[in-house]
């Protein structure tokens, strides 16, 4: 099967690798996995004055998983928590040209915002 | 998948899996071969492939029994014998030998027979929902940051050897971890038979099913996580 360009972009220069310190101030992590394929995901985002200053991303997985959670990161920066919480996985399926095989990996994606999101959040909460 | 098809020692349930013959429109009832006319009947897609096998629906199974089921259906189905059949049972006899393929490929194997299972008891393996494994991944993460280390590292240099043995020793004790989760499911398995052997139907055996079912989704897709590394690591450091 053939990765569109931007699959393959993504995956060779990868956008927004690393991660922020979990206890950081502002920072909200999800951990998600796909257990019927092994990919793990860990998508972080740092948030400031309810705008997601900065994110980063940690996948292994194959070149679709890696790719929704670069652009995942993308797209969150400069982003409010609102704004965020409606990143759909269909958008990334779109932009991606992710064959249907691979939707799974873009849903990953989704799940690790989300729960990015309900991190910070409860940090948020709790302080 | 229906489930009215599935047990087919039910009286009432075997009247509603009944259907007719695609050729001489008599009575079938789950024979792959029509009765009156000898034609072959297509296997239903609503047949689980325990039932295709005619084994019950357990997760312990007899091995050769379900090879020489195998066996017997591989050569009723076997294309071959169809040259000269028409078109319509060629297809059939096509169809059939590739659904019988896939079901034996399934119940040979213990996990994927245990994934299969969990699929027909509890619909979509994603509607038992797990707290992901946190502590599990970020160790998964961690070992590809090494691992990427490594396959950028002079491996003759003393930092690519060094690294070379942490890995080593990561990947024994992970292989030891998958060991363990195959032991603990081994034991899930029986537990599993034993409820299902004593078919109660009270509201403690429902919690115990239920208990079985989410506790096996959890180690199989811990074990697939770590199966995943695992291999990783054996690709990468040989």
Redesign the interface.
Known sequence: MAYSDKVVDHFNNPRNMGSFKKDEDGVGTGMVGAPECGDVMKLQIKVQNDTIVDAKFKTFGCGSAIASSSLATEWLKGKTIEEAQKIKNTDIVQELNLPPVKIHCSVLAEDAIKAALADYQKKADTK | MDHHHTHSTNPRELQMARSMCWHCQSEVSGEYFCERCVKVQPVSKDLDYFTCMNLPRRLTIDLPQLEAKFYELSRAFHPDFYQNKSEAEQAISLNNAATLNTAYRTLRDPIQRAEYLLDLEAGA?KEIR?S???DL??E??EL??TLNEFRTADRTSAAGQELRAKLQAEQRILERRKQDMEQQLQQLFADWDALQDRSEATSQARSERDRLLKQM?EI??NR??V???VNDLVTTIG
């Open positions: 393996v797990t992901p494994p946190a991944f970020e998964i993460l590809q940051d989704r199989l897709s697939t996580y199966k995943n590394i």
